[in-house]
């Protein structure tokens, strides 16, 4: 495979919407979330009134890359090779003589399936996106309740918690006012979105003056999709977008078959009868990435167009539009920006005045560098028997190399480069810091005794 990486050699530009394109106001957004599970865990299943107050650093729990093993109320956070660097019970932190008697130093149980298909199930939920994270902090403390009533040694919570999702997210949720976050986020868009920066509007207009297709797939429904879209963008928002595809259910959209998964056209934000055949350029739902391809040949009139897809989740984006649809992805990483410490120049190009009030809270928001779990993208691994700690990377960190083909914090931080910039991109030839743009985390450079780890 070639060392480098160019968008003037794709044909096609798709697009994740949430964290990607619309970036949230992360501290309050967190807040909201949590709080919008927390309510209904209290109000509608019983659970302990004390879930609903939150210290200020609580939200340091949250960390990307951590995997809930569900039935003992643990979080994990994984070695490349599967076996557990840190963990905690509740939100207790274990120590690693804890750590050794329960999972040993060998691949966990579940390693297998979570890195074969970057997957969830009923025994495990990997935390790879600001959507979930606030809920990790919430299953946590959960445990620690149960814990001090109940004395529990195993744990069903976790479909009180599944309800409590899908009450606030469910399709019809924002129509119907229902749930905590929907009515708050229409309420007060200017506290949890963050309008997007004039550089990457040009950005988008430019890819569409050098003839590239422009896509738009998003798991949101389309009615929170064109709150955010006009929020962010602007009531223009559409002109951006060859194609709109909105409750994508990722990944099912890119493993799915037409027959699972069919397109449909939308009216008033109702979804209507199952479409055969892609046949034009529009506003979908649903759908899947077979048809959707077919459509681009049309398009494009080549055999075999180039797609790229920008997202921020490896669970929904990232890993299956590279395995199953073998696209060209770009991770969007915001913890790039935290593993320095500071934010890189470009990102901070706004004077004060213009930004928005609620601005000046960015970066300190407890995700980039949780105390608790340390680098989102290395960490130490003990010695055994007196022998030296060896640096690992995290199995989190091995993903990006493996399924992205660049990492970058945002879109900001590309959008004044030329179309034709060459990118080096990740490859097995390479290094493993070869494709984060602008720079590498720190974490990752050599003979970096970097304070991240501790």
Not at 19 to 28: A, S
């Amino acid at each position: 495979m070639q060392q480098h990486f160019s968008l003037a050699e794709c044909d096609v530009v798709g697009f994740d919407l949430d964290h990607t394109l619309c970036r949230y106001q992360l501290p309050q957004s967190a807040r909201l979330i949590y709080d919008s599970f927390a309510q209904y865990l209290v109000t509608e299943k019983g659970y302990d009134e004390d879930l609903l107050t939150l210290a200020p650093d609580n939200l340091g729990f949250c960390c990307k890359g951590l995997v809930l093993d569900i039935e003992e109320g643990n979080f994990l956070k994984l070695a490349e090779d599967g076996t557990v660097l840190r963990a905690s019970h509740g939100t207790k932190s274990m120590t690693y003589e804890e750590i050794l008697e329960i999972y040993g130093r060998k691949e966990w149980k579940h390693f297998n399936t979570v890195s074969g298909m970057v997957s969830r199930t009923a025994k495990y939920y990997l935390y790879d996106n600001y959507f979930d994270l606030p809920g990790a902090l919430l299953c946590a403390r959960v445990v620690d309740s149960l814990d001090q009533h109940d004395g529990q040694k195993k744990y069903d919570f976790w479909k009180d918690m599944v309800a409590a999702i899908q009450h606030n997210y469910k399709i019809s949720a924002f129509k119907e006012d229902c749930g905590m976050y929907f009515p708050e986020v229409k309420k007060h868009p200017d506290k949890y979105l963050r309008r997007c920066p004039e550089s990457v509007k040009k950005w988008l207009k430019q890819l569409k003056n050098a003839g590239k297709i422009l896509l738009l797939i998003t798991s949101s429904h389309s009615d929170y999709c064109r709150l955010l879209c006009e929020h962010v963008l602007g009531t223009d928002f559409e002109e951006y977008f060859d194609i709109l595809i909105t409750n994508a259910l990722k990944p099912g959209f890119f493993s799915h078959t037409p027959n699972q998964r069919p397109f449909r056209t939308l009216e008033n934000d109702e979804e209507q009868e199952p479409l055969l055949s892609l046949d034009k350029p529009g506003w979908y739902s649903q759908g899947n990435a077979i048809q959707l391809y077919d459509l681009l040949k049309k398009m494009t009139g080549k055999l075999d167009p180039k797609v790229v897809y920008f997202g921020d989740s490896m669970h929904s984006d990232i890993f299956p539009a590279r395995h199953y649809s073998n696209w060209e992805t770009v991770f969007i990483l915001e913890e790039l920006l935290g593993d320095k410490g500071t934010v890189p120049a470009k990102a901070e190009s706004e004077p004060l005045e213009k930004k928005g009030k609620y601005e000046g809270d960015q970066l300190k928001v407890p995700y980039f560098v949780s105390k608790q779990w340390g680098s989102f993208f290395m960490d130490r691994l003990p010695g055994l028997e007196n022998a030296e700690e060896t640096l690992v990377q995290t199995w989190s960190c091995k993903c990006i190399s493996t399924y992205s083909t660049i990492a970058i914090p945002s879109l900001e931080a590309i959008a004044d480069l030329p179309l034709d910039y060459r990118f080096t991109r990740f490859s097995s030839n390479s290094s493993a810091t070869a494709g984060y743009y602008p720079s590498p985390p720190r974490a990752l450079l050599p003979n970096e005794d970097s304070v991240m780890m501790k």
